[in-house]
């Protein structure tokens, strides 16, 4: 299983990359909402690193491996609940995500159809399918400062270490992250995962 690839960007098309890995070259796919992030990524050299979703698509008698990219492991994660919704599969939530992951849980999360509605390829039922499935849980992915890592862990500190790290990874400073834990604590003390503290955070912020 291929987990992550490093190599330089040989060729870009609209939605994957080709990159060169020692002289062999990979063709990866690209979530939109990714891609935006590419130019970022990379160095001026044109290497880049990329967090690697591995899968194997059936066409007829042969399986055919295929690579999904990321920048990192939330955004990851994010595609990895998202392909838990019967229907979407990992191509059809690559054409799916083109906007910031950050709204797409947001819209998740307060059940906001139009905007799901307004993805490629997702219609009414698949819409409410999503939000039947999702919400509730993905409110960690609204916080992404992009308009990651969970565990459930049996001491209080533990959680709150981990939940610190994800905040960490979505760009905040570290006193405030501080401070939005120990809010989420405050409002829900029975909190008992790093993902409940993720949502409670998410939930104190609107």
């Known amino acids: 299983m291929i ?4 190599g330089k960007i040989k060729k870009r098309r609209v939605s994957s990359l080709e990159i060169d890995v020692n002289g062999l070259s990979y063709e990866v796919l690209i979530p939109p ?16 690193s990329l967090i690697t979703y591995h ?19 939330i955004e990851k ?21 083109t906007l910031a992951i950050s709204e797409i849980a947001a819209a998740i ?6 905007v799901l509605k307004s993805l490629p390829g997702i219609g009414e039922q698949k819409a409410r399918e999503i939000v039947a499935k999702l919400q509730g849980k993905v ?12 565990g459930i862990s049996e001491g209080k500190e533990d959680i709150k270490e981990e939940a610190l790290s994800v905040l960490l990874q979505l760009q ?27 949502n409670e955070v998410y939930r104190g912020s609107k």
């Open 3 to 6: 987990s992550q690839i490093s």
């Open 33 to 48: 909402s990714v891609m935006k992030g590419v130019d970022k990524a990379k160095t001026a050299e044109g290497n880049i």
């Open 55 to 73: 899968y194997y698509q059936m066409d007829q008698s042969k399986a055919i491996p295929v690579l999904v990219g990321f920048l990192n492991e």
């Open 77 to 97: 994660d994010f595609f990895e609940q998202f392909i838990t919704v019967s229907g979407v599969g990992p191509k059809a939530a690559c054409r799916a995500l």
């Open 109 to 114: 999360d307060r059940g906001d159809m139009a």
């Open 139 to 150: 409110g960690k992915f609204a916080l992404m400062q992009d308009k990651f890592s969970e």
């Open 172 to 198: 905040y400073k570290k006193n405030e992250a501080q401070d939005m834990v120990a809010k989420a604590f405050k409002r829900n003390p029975k909190i008992a995962s790093c993902e409940e503290i993720l």
